[in-house]
């Protein structure tokens, strides 16, 4: 009998390893994956599109928002993986009467890194987790070296159109976004993802970098143009959404991602 505690704080015992996992969210799977846990995950969300065969060989059991609880409950699994922003709290509930539900809370780096070596503990991957955390670790330590002559730019992140919605603060996105030299003008708004006018943005900070996030919204260029309108010089630039939001084992991609869009930028 073994007892850990998620970072909720939520008290888990377990007489045995849990093997049969429902992942409900993307990142996670992807890093479930990597600790060498594809035998144990038997279902996924229809977002969870890393590793691609996944969507062949994994049950789906609906959305991060929206799961099918008959679906998972059929599966028979031994513990749920969620998290507090993916994963709405009525969901945690009414899963929690099928099986424990292990929920994750990450903002920061240490968050991520504590994510990691609490699976390790949890599934019997103590090695590989560990192994994973150095390899962050060394990428985010030579990213730093990378990015510590670069300017501080303003920027404005936006996850969403029709209405405009963007990454404030307490997000792992803004924490990328600080790791990049990046400032991010909506940082000192209350909410996590605020809506905000476009056409105060010059006297809201008047930012250097649009960036448009590649998920979860479809921007276009007439999404670009129209915002570019609202700044002075503003540059605006597509970025891949899952290397500023996704946590896990993603991260070591995502500085070396960084790096080019730096380079890009210049």
Partial sequence: MKTFADQLGTIHTFENIPKRIVSLVPSQTELLYDLGLEESIVGITKFCVHPFHFKSTKKIIGGTKKVHFEKIRLLQPDIIIANKEENTQEVVEQLSKICPVWVTDIITLEDNLKMITDFGLLFNKRTEAQKWVDKINFAHQNFLNFI???????????????????????????????????????????????????????????????????????????????????????????????????????????????????????
Avoid: C
């Fill in 148 to 266: 510590k002559d670069k300017e501080v730019l303003k920027v404005a992140y936006f996850i969403w159109a029709n209405p405009y919605m963007v990454a404030g603060n307490n997000t792992f996105i803004n924490e990328m976004l600080k790791f990049n030299n990046f400032q991010n003008i909506y940082e000192n708004r209350e909410e996590r993802y605020p809506e905000i006018i476009i056409q105060k943005m010059r006297i809201q900070g008047d930012p250097d970098l649009i960036l448009l996030s590649s998920e979860p919204f479809p921007f276009t260029d007439e999404h670009a143009f129209e915002l570019g309108r609202f700044t002075h010089h503003a540059k605006t630039v597509f970025v891949d959404g899952e290397m500023f939001s996704w946590y896990g084992s993603r991260l070591i991609k995502a500085f070396d991602y960084f790096k080019k869009l730096h380079e890009s930028i210049a």
